[in-house]
T-cell receptor, first 115, second 113 residues
Framework: AQTVTQSQPEMSVQEAETVTLSCTYDTSENNYYLFWYKQPPSRQMILVIRQEAYKQQNATENRFSVNFQKAAKSFSLKISDSQLGDTAMYFCAFMTNFGNEKLTFGTGTRLTIIP | EPEVTQTPSHQVTQMGQEVILRCVPISNHLYFYWYRQILGQKVEFLVSFYNNEISEKSEIFDDQFSVERPDGSNFTLKIRSTKLEDSAMYFC???????????FGPGTRLTVL
């Protein structure tokens, strides 16, 4: 079974600073997908960024980027120039290939951006 | 931009009652999911649905749960006889074919008294 571990229950950072959230996972699969979802106080789950395991290049979406280390089974999220609106729970999630569609989530990191 | 919608946003029910949670997936999506999140815990997969049948279900999705796509737009989750431990946020998600990204609705908060 796949597992996702987020070892930082809470983090806080000053506005405009950079913060990195960590995620590790365990799988015997070779092809899979990794995601970061954001859950603000409204509790809606919003996709932040995704990474395909067969791609060596790290995904980037504006201020959000990942550091994907396949051998180490690590998938960290870097938020640059953090903004107050980034305050949220962040969940790392894993999915194997299309035949097994369920997302397996980590326990989340509560990120607070301090003005 | 198309969104997944869910109704109601909050449902309060008595233990033992039946509840139906409703979702309208994005219109061209073919794959549908339900997840739940007990307060303070991680999001857990319940069930996936494609071509009018269940693709996969978790251990949580026991005989008390059922899903249905009654028409071309709605996707429902029914809990036949609610328990206190069913209190949670329930999220619907959908995706189109050829992509791996699931898009989530805003969730329904279910409170069982």
């Amino acid at each position: 079974a796949q597992t996702v571990t987020q070892s930082q229950p809470e983090m806080s950072v000053q506005e405009a600073e950079t913060v990195t959230l960590s995620c590790t996972y365990d799988t015997s699969e070779n092809n899979y997908y990794l995601f970061w979802y954001k859950q603000p106080p409204s509790r809606q789950m919003i996709l932040v960024i995704r990474q395909e395991a067969y791609k060596q290049q790290n995904a980037t979406e504006n201020r959000f980027s990942v550091n994907f280390q396949k051998a180490a089974k690590s998938f960290s999220l870097k938020i640059s120039d953090s903004q107050l609106g980034d305050t949220a729970m962040y969940f790392c999630a894993f999915m194997t290939n299309f035949g097994n569609e369920k997302l397996t989530f980590g326990t989340g990191t509560r990120l607070t951006i301090i003005p | 931009e198309p969104e997944v919608t869910q109704t109601p946003s909050h449902q309060v029910t008595q233990m033992g009652q039946e509840v139906i949670l409703r979702c309208v997936p994005i219109s061209n999506h073919l794959y549908f999911y339900w997840y739940r999140q007990i307060l303070g815990q991680k999001v857990e997969f319940l069930v996936s649905f494609y071509n009018n049948e269940i693709s996969e279900k978790s251990e949580i999705f026991d005989d008390q749960f059922s899903v249905e796509r009654p028409d071309g737009s709605n996707f429902t989750l029914k809990i036949r006889s609610t328990k206190l431990e069913d209190s949670a946020m329930y999220f619907c998600a959908s995706r189109t074919s050829g992509t791996d990204t699931q898009y989530f609705g805003p969730g329904t908060r279910l409170t069982v008294l």
